[in-house]
């Protein structure tokens, strides 16, 4: 099974920037759909970013564009997240997930999560 580690959360102030980094292990790395998923406090999960096993074809949610890019390095079964101009509003909990299915719907194997808190 996949095994995901993410990392590079913590707390900013509104403007600053940060970049996750989730690594895997124990699968397929370069051949899944890679995506980052958020969390705030009493919200559903959102996708946030995704990204093709090329590293070609990404996504992001209308929110975040322009200020997030999502790349992947699958020499280091690493998938990053750099978020720039953050805003309070990008508070929540960030979990890196895999596809295998390549479908955009079958993320499967997900990490901790990390915290990533923005003040005003």
């Known amino acids: 099974q996949v095994q995901l580690v993410e990392s590079g959360g913590g707390l900013v102030q509104a403007g600053g920037s940060l970049r996750l980094s989730c690594t895997a292990s124990?699968?397929?790395?370069?051949?899944?759909?890679m995506g980052w998923f958020r969390q705030a406090p009493g919200k559903e999960r959102d996708i946030v970013a995704d990204?093709?096993?090329?590293?070609?074809?990404?996504y992001y949610v209308d929110s975040v564009k322009g200020r997030f890019t999502i790349s992947r390095d699958n020499a280091k079964n690493t998938v990053y997240l750099q978020m720039n101009t953050l805003k309070p509003e990008d508070t929540a909990v960030y979990s890196c997930?895999?596809?295998?299915?390549?479908?955009?719907?079958?993320?499967?194997?997900w990490g901790q999560g990390t915290q990533v808190t923005v003040s005003s």
């Open positions: 997930a895999a596809d295998p299915t390549a479908s955009r719907r079958g993320y499967r194997y």
């Open positions: 124990g699968g397929t790395f370069s051949s899944y759909y």
């Open positions: 990204i093709s096993w090329s590293g070609v074809v990404t």
